[in-house]
């Protein structure tokens, strides 16, 4: 299955769900999928890839540790973030009426996924 293919399927089974990119940690964009501009989802990736690198230093130095994945909550959505090891990461963002649950569930899946295209 190809990238676009997976977050293609991530964005369509999550209830709620506007987009997914797959983005290095860089913030640069790889692939996505997205019900919004190609260009707001890739802008949305990058500011929220800087946001994942600045959260994950912050946790390395104070806590000695490390993010599994970030949720935030913001006024018009629900923005998810996850590591795939330690180059990549997805961002899916729902609408507020989107399920957390569904979309970490189906965000594990598109993980995996992922893992066995890079």
């Not at 540790?65 to 963002?93: A, Q, R």
């Amino acid at each position: 299955m190809n990238l676009d293919r997976i977050l293609e399927q991530l964005v369509t089974e999550v209830h709620g769900a506007l987009g997914a990119i797959f983005i290095d940690r860089e913030g640069e964009s790889i692939s996505h999928y997205t019900t919004l501009t190609a260009e707001k989802i890739k802008l949305m990736g990058a500011h929220y890839g800087i946001a994942w690198l600045e959260a994950e230093e912050l946790t390395r130095r104070h806590l000695k540790s490390s993010n599994p994945e970030l949720i935030f909550w913001v006024e018009k959505g629900i923005c998810l973030l996850k590591p795939i090891e330690k180059d990549y990461l997805v961002f899916l963002i729902l609408d507020r009426s989107g399920s957390v649950g569904q979309a970490r569930r189906w965000l594990a899946w598109a993980l995996e996924e992922l893992r066995k295209e890079i």
